[in-house]
C-alpha cells in the first residue's frame, strides 16, 4: 500500500501563507494587539481566546483543544519551547501492514486472526528539540525514558545534616510544596546539589522519613541514607534556577531491610520480612520477562548473577509481595534470610530497564536510532525510504520527529490511537525573555526590534502553540501567565513586568492643573470622572487548566474564588485554558488569585484629557496624581489618542503597586482584600460534644460547632473544615452566619441537684445558685429575664464545657441581671437537662466554657454530621472567617463518644424483692434523645432500632463487679422488651457479699445499649 506523507507541498504552502500574513503585521500592530489583548485579559477577563465559554458568532476560536492526532492533510503543527512540555502530536507519514494467521489447535483450524500494524512517522515540534521523553498513547504510557517519572526541581531550598539525616526546607511558602509530590517512605534519588565540600549526595538512594508541607511556614522533607552514604561534613546548595536539584521518586526499584528467600523447584521466591514493608508492591514494578539485579544482599552467589546471566536473573511472576525469578541451573549454599541493614538495606533494581510498554513494538527496534531532533543535517530515515524509496523523502530539516516500526494497532480498531501526546524536551534550558524574543521571531519580529530586559530572569517551563496564530494570539498567554506588559519604544517592541512600568507624575495643584486641557480659553478645573464596572461583570472565582511538571506533565486544574460567598449576590465563574503552558501548581494558585485581584481593582476606570507635555505617555505607562482633598491616585494606561490638536486622551484603569499574588491564596492571607467584606475577625470557635437539643441532631453522630467574634472584631461569618487524620487532609462541612453566645464562667457555679424528676412532671427550680458569665459575645437573641413556662420550652438555655469540648451539664435562666457590657449573672435555674443530670452534682469552677443553646429560636449553634465516626476518634475543625485561610487558622480539636446519639443515662431504676424465693428485680424506663419539654412523662419512644440494657452487680463495696447480664429484644421480632427488667437470685446476692432481705441496698449499674453507643454507666445504691 503506498504510504502517505503528509508534510508536503498542501502543508507547506499553508505555512508560508500564514507567515506571509504575520509578516504583514507592523510592529505597531503587533504591539497594539499584544497589549489590548492582555489588558482585557487581565482587566476584564473577557478573551473568549482563553475562556472556555460557549462560542459565539465570530468569536475566535480557542489556542487549544484536546491533543487528538490528526491524520487529515495539513492538520495543525506543533511549535513548542522551554525545558519540559507535553504536546499532542500529528501523523506525517504512514504505511499500514495486515497481516492473518490461522492458528492450529490439536490439529484444527482455530479461526483467522488478523493484525494491524503501521510504520508511523509523529511530527513532534516544528523546532529543533532536544528529547522525545514520553510518547502517550490514549493516555496510557507507550515508550519513555525512566520508570521514575515523579519529581521535584527546585534550586528555592537549603540542605542541613544532623544526626545522619539530612533535611531539605524550601525558602518559601511561595515555593513548590514538597507534601504535594512525595509521601512518608518513599525512595528518592537526588540529582542536581553543587556540593561545596563533604561527601557527595547526588546519584544515591534516600529513604523519605518526613515530610511537612507548607503551613505559615515553608515546608520540608527529611531524608535518612539508603545507600551507605556518609552525611557527616556535608555541604551542598541547590543550584540555580537553571541548574535546579532535583529530587526524583525511586519508582524501578524495591528496597527492603531485609528479605526472606524461599526455592520451589526451580525458581526462587523473594520476599519482604515481616516488619520490613517494601517501599513498592512487588508486582507494581516488576514485570514476568524482566531482567533484574540484587544488591546489597551479604550473599555474594546471589548477587553474581545466573547462569544464564552475569549479574541477572530474569523474573517469570510477581505479585504484591513476592517477586519470582528463575534460578535453573544454580545453586546455592544459603539463602533462607538474607538482610540488609537501615543505612544500607537490600535492593532488587532492573538490570536491563524497559523503556516501552509490552507487545507493541518489535523488540529489536531502537527507539533512539530513529529520532531526529530537527537539525539543519538530518537525512533520510530508512524505515520511510524501504517504502518511499530513496531520493523520495526529505530530511525535514527545522522537524523534529519519531519514527516508529510496525505499531501493533490491532488493540486500537485497526487504527491508529485516536488521542496521542508527546512529552518532549526542546530546550537546555530557557529564559522568559528568550521565549518572548522566540515567538517574536517565529512571526518576522528580528530580535533587534525586541527588547526583553525589563523582563525577570527566570526559566521558563514549557509551552506551544498549535496551528498558525498571529502574532498577538501568540504572546497573549505567555504575557498573561507571566504578567508581562508591552509598549513599542521607537519601533522596538518592549517587554517588562507589568509591576515595573514607568510612572508619569500630572500636576494639580490649587493654583494650577493639567486635567481638562484644551486648546484656547484657560478651563475650569475638570476633575477626572470616575466609573465602575458593576458587580455582576466581576469574576466571583477564577480557574485555570494548565499542564503539571509534577503531575507528569498531565493537565491539573486550580482556581482561587472569593471568600465569604454570602456577601455575593451573584457568581461569576472564570475558566482560562492554559493546558499548554506548563506551570506548578502554586504558580497557577497564584496567577487565577491575580487575575481575580487585578479584575476588580482595575473595574475602576477613569479617562481625562491632558496636554501635548504628556505625548510620550505610552499604554501601560502609570500614572500618578493628588487631588485637592490629599488624596493619591495611581492608575495605569489603557489607551492614549491624540488629536489633531495635541490633545492627549487618557482611558485608564485603577492600579496599584505590587498587585501579583506572590504567595499561594489557599495557605496564606495574600488575597484577603479582593471581596468587599469587613477585616477579618477574631474568632471564639468551639466544637463540643453535646446531647442533642434539637430534633434533627439525634439521627447521625456529628458534633456541634458554635463560634463568635472576640471583642474588637466584626462578625462576618465563617467557614468550618473538619479533619479526621491530625490535620494531614480538610474537608468543607459547614457555614456559620449567625453568631453565637460564647463566654467563660467567672464565679463557681454551684453543685445543686437536677431539675427533672424522671417519670413526674415537677420541675424542681435552683433558686440557690447563680451562673455569672463573661461573654465574648452575647449572640443575636437578648439576654433578659423571662418566665418559668418559656425557659421550660428552651429559652436561654446554656452548656457548661469543660477544655476538652465535653458537656458537663446543660442549663436554663429565668432571671438576668447584666453586671457590665459582657458580663452577666442569671438565677432562678433549671439544672441537669437534656440527660447532664449528673453533671450538676458537682461544682462547675471558673473559666470553664458556657456556650448559649437558644432552642426556643433554633440558634443553638449547627450539628457537623461525621458519619461513620467510630468511639473515641480524634477530630480537628477549623474555623476560617472572611478574609484569612486556612493554613493560619487554629485547629480545635476534640475526642467524641458520639454524645449526640447516645442513649441518656438512665434516673429511672426501681428494685423489687420478691420474698417467696428472695430474689431481687431491677427494672428500668428510658428517656427519649427527642426535645421534649422538661418534665414530660413517659413512656417515651424509643430512639434505637431494638430495646436493650445491660445490668451489673456489684459487691457490698461498690467496687467489684461480681454479676452482668443483658436483656434485649433483638431477634425477638419486636424492637421492645415485654418487661426491661432483670433479676438476681438469692444464691447470686449471697455470692457477691449480700444478706437477701427487704431491707437490703445494692450496688447497681444499668447502661442502655444504643445503635451508636451505650448510655453513661450509673452507678448507684438501691
Not at 476560536?61 to 490528526?70: K, R
Not at 469543660?802 to 436554663?812: A, H, I, R, S, T
Not at 430495646?947 to 461480681?962: C, K, N, P, S, W
Request: hydrophobic share 40%; aromatic share 8%.
Amino acid at each position: 500500500m503506498t504510504g502517505i506523507l503528509y508534510v508536503g507541498a498542501a502543508t507547506a504552502q499553508a505555512a508560508t501563507t500564514a507567515t506571509t500574513a504575520v509578516a504583514a503585521a507592523t510592529t505597531a500592530v503587533l504591539r497594539f494587539a499584544a497589549n489590548v489583548a492582555l489588558q482585557y485579559a487581565i482587566a476584564t477577563l473577557a478573551q473568549s481566546l482563553l475562556a472556555r465559554t460557549p462560542k459565539r458568532d465570530g468569536a475566535a476560536d480557542t489556542l487549544i483543544g484536546l491533543p487528538v492526532a490528526n491524520t487529515d492533510s495539513g492538520p495543525p503543527r506543533v511549535w513548542a519551547m522551554g525545558r519540559r512540555v507535553r504536546v499532542p502530536i500529528q501523523v506525517m507519514w504512514q504505511e499500514k501492514k495486515v497481516r492473518e494467521t490461522t492458528p492450529r489447535v490439536k490439529g484444527k483450524s482455530a479461526g483467522s486472526v488478523r493484525h494491524v500494524s503501521f510504520d508511523v512517522a509523529f511530527m513532534l515540534n516544528d523546532r529543533y528539540t532536544q528529547q522525545l521523553t514520553q510518547l502517550v498513547v490514549n493516555d496510557s504510557l507507550l515508550t519513555w525514558k525512566s520508570l521514575n517519572l515523579i519529581e521535584f526541581r527546585t534550586s528555592a531550598m537549603t540542605v542541613t545534616e544532623s544526626s545522619g539525616q539530612v533535611t531539605l526546607t524550601m525558602d518559601s511558602t511561595q515555593d513548590p510544596d514538597p507534601n504535594l509530590v512525595f509521601d512518608v517512605g518513599n525512595l528518592l534519588e537526588i540529582g542536581g546539589l553543587a556540593v561545596l565540600s563533604g561527601p557527595d549526595p547526588n546519584g544515591r538512594y534516600w529513604e523519605v522519613v518526613d515530610v511537612t508541607g507548607h503551613t505559615s511556614s515553608p515546608g520540608s522533607i527529611v531524608l535518612e541514607p539508603r545507600s551507605g552514604q556518609t552525611t557527616t561534613g556535608l555541604n551542598v546548595t541547590a543550584g540555580n534556577p537553571f541548574a535546579p536539584a532535583v529530587l526524583t521518586r525511586v519508582d524501578d526499584a524495591v528496597v527492603s531491610d531485609s528479605f526472606l528467600f524461599a526455592g520451589v523447584s526451580f525458581v526462587l521466591d523473594i520476599r519482604a520480612s515481616s516488619g520490613n514493608p517494601p517501599n513498592h508492591p512487588f508486582n507494581e514494578v516488576f514485570r514476568p520477562g524482566d531482567l533484574i539485579r540484587v544488591r546489597d544482599s551479604g550473599t555474594a552467589e546471589l548477587e553474581a548473577g545466573s547462569t544464564q546471566g552475569p549479574g541477572w536473573w530474569r523474573v517469570v511472576g510477581a505479585g504484591a509481595d513476592f517477586v519470582r525469578i528463575d534460578i535453573t541451573g544454580t545453586s546455592f549454599s544459603s539463602v533462607s534470610l538474607l538482610s540488609g541493614t537501615a543505612a544500607v538495606p537490600m535492593k532488587i533494581e532492573f538490570w536491563s530497564q524497559p523503556t516501552r510498554a509490552e507487545g507493541y513494538l518489535p523488540p529489536a527496534f531502537v527507539l533512539e536510532e530513529h529520532y531526529y531532533p530537527g537539525s539543519e543535517t538530518q537525512g533520510e530515515d530508512p524505515i520511510i525510504v524501504g517504502h518511499e524509496g530513496s531520493g523520495n523523502v526529505g530530511g525535514f530539516r527545522g522537524t523534529a520527529y519519531q519514527v516508529l516500526d510496525d505499531f501493533d494497532a490491532t488493540n486500537f480498531g485497526g487504527t491508529m490511537p485516536p488521542l496521542t501526546e508527546a512529552v518532549i524536551d526542546p530546550d537546555a534550558s530557557l529564559t522568559w525573555a528568550q521565549g518572548l524574543a522566540l515567538v517574536c521571531e517565529r512571526h518576522n519580529l528580528p530580535q533587534s526590534n525586541v527588547d526583553t530586559a525589563g523582563v525577570d530572569d527566570v526559566p521558563l517551563h514549557g509551552f506551544y502553540l498549535r496551528g498558525p496564530t498571529t502574532g498577538d494570539q501568540a504572546l497573549q498567554q505567555l504575557l498573561l501567565v507571566k504578567q508581562i506588559a508591552t509598549q513599542d519604544r521607537n519601533g522596538v517592541l518592549s517587554f517588562f513586568q507589568i509591576d515595573n512600568a514607568d510612572v508619569v507624575q500630572i500636576q494639580n495643584g490649587a493654583l494650577f492643573t493639567d486635567f481638562g486641557a484644551r486648546v484656547g480659553e484657560k478651563p475650569s478645573v475638570e476633575e477626572p470622572s470616575w466609573g465602575e464596572v458593576t458587580e455582576e461583570e466581576l469574576p466571583t472565582s477564577v480557574g485555570i487548566r494548565f499542564q503539571d511538571p509534577d503531575s507528569g506533565y498531565g493537565e491539573n486544574y486550580e482556581h482561587w474564588g472569593i471568600r465569604h460567598p454570602s456577601a455575593q449576590s451573584q457568581e461569576n465563574r472564570q475558566e482560562l485554558d492554559m493546558r499548554n503552558v506548563v506551570m506548578t501548581r502554586r504558580d497557577a494558585r497564584n496567577l487565577a488569585a491575580t487575575i481575580a485581584r487585578r479584575a476588580r481593582i482595575n473595574g475602576r476606570r477613569v479617562p481625562f484629557t491632558l496636554p501635548k507635555t504628556y505625548l510620550h505617555v505610552l499604554e501601560n505607562d502609570l500614572m500618578t496624581w493628588t487631588d485637592d482633598l490629599g488624596n493619591t491616585h495611581l492608575v495605569r494606561v489603557v489607551r492614549r489618542d491624540v488629536g489633531t490638536n495635541w490633545l492627549v486622551r487618557i482611558e485608564a484603569v485603577v492600579e496599584r503597586a505590587n498587585i501579583s499574588v506572590k504567595g499561594s491564596p489557599v495557605q496564606s492571607a495574600a488575597g484577603s482584600g479582593l471581596a468587599t467584606i469587613v477585616p477579618a475577625a477574631e474568632l471564639q470557635a468551639i466544637a463540643i460534644d453535646s446531647p442533642p437539643v434539637l430534633d434533627d441532631w439525634s439521627l447521625t453522630p456529628g458534633i456541634h460547632v458554635a463560634a463568635c467574634a472576640k471583642p474588637g472584631s466584626t462578625w462576618a461569618g465563617c467557614t468550618i473544615y473538619l479533619s479526621q487524620d491530625e490535620g494531614q487532609n480538610w474537608v468543607f462541612v459547614e457555614t456559620l452566619q449567625v453568631e453565637h453566645a460564647i463566654g467563660a464562667l467567672s464565679a463557681t457555679l454551684a453543685a445543686a441537684a437536677p431539675s427533672e424528676n424522671f417519670g413526674d412532671a415537677l420541675l424542681t427550680w435552683d433558686t440557690a445558685s447563680s451562673a455569672t458569665v463573661e461573654f465574648d459575645s452575647v449572640g443575636t437573641v437578648p439576654l433578659v429575664s423571662s418566665t418559668e413556662a418559656i425557659v421550660a420550652q428552651g429559652w436561654q438555655w446554656f452548656a457548661v464545657v469543660d477544655e476538652l469540648g465535653q458537656v458537663l451539664e446543660v442549663f436554663g435562666a429565668r432571671d438576668v441581671v447584666q453586671n457590665s457590657a459582657t458580663n452577666y449573672t442569671f438565677t432562678h435555674l433549671l439544672r441537669g437537662l437534656r440527660g447532664t443530670w449528673q453533671g450538676c452534682a458537682a461544682d462547675h469552677p471558673t473559666g470553664l466554657r458556657v456556650v448559649g443553646l437558644q432552642v426556643l429560636f433554633a440558634v443553638a449553634g449547627k450539628l457537623v454530621d461525621v458519619p461513620g465516626i467510630a468511639p473515641s476518634a480524634s477530630l480537628q475543625f477549623k474555623f476560617v472567617p472572611p478574609g484569612k485561610d486556612l493554613a493560619t487558622t487554629p485547629t480545635v480539636s476534640i475526642t467524641t463518644r458520639r454524645r449526640n446519639v447516645e442513649p441518656f443515662p438512665l434516673r429511672d431504676v426501681r428494685k423489687t424483692y420478691d420474698s417467696g424465693d428472695s430474689s431481687v428485680t431491677f427494672a428500668v424506663t428510658h428517656w427519649s434523645r427527642k426535645n421534649l419539654p422538661p418534665g414530660s412523662i413517659g413512656a417515651y419512644p424509643l430512639d434505637e432500632p431494638y430495646e436493650a440494657y445491660r445490668f451489673t452487680l456489684y459487691d457490698v463495696t461498690g467496687t467489684r463487679q461480681v454479676y452482668r447480664k443483658t436483656k434485649s429484644a433483638q431477634n425477638t421480632g419486636s424492637p421492645t422488651l415485654r418487661e426491661p427488667s432483670v433479676s438476681f437470685t438469692s444464691a447470686e446476692q449471697i455470692a457477691a457479699g449480700y444478706t437477701p432481705g427487704p431491707s437490703e441496698t445494692y450496688w447497681i449499674d444499668v447502661e442502655q445499649i444504643g445503635q451508636y453507643a451505650n448510655s453513661p454507666s450509673i452507678l448507684q445504691e438501691l
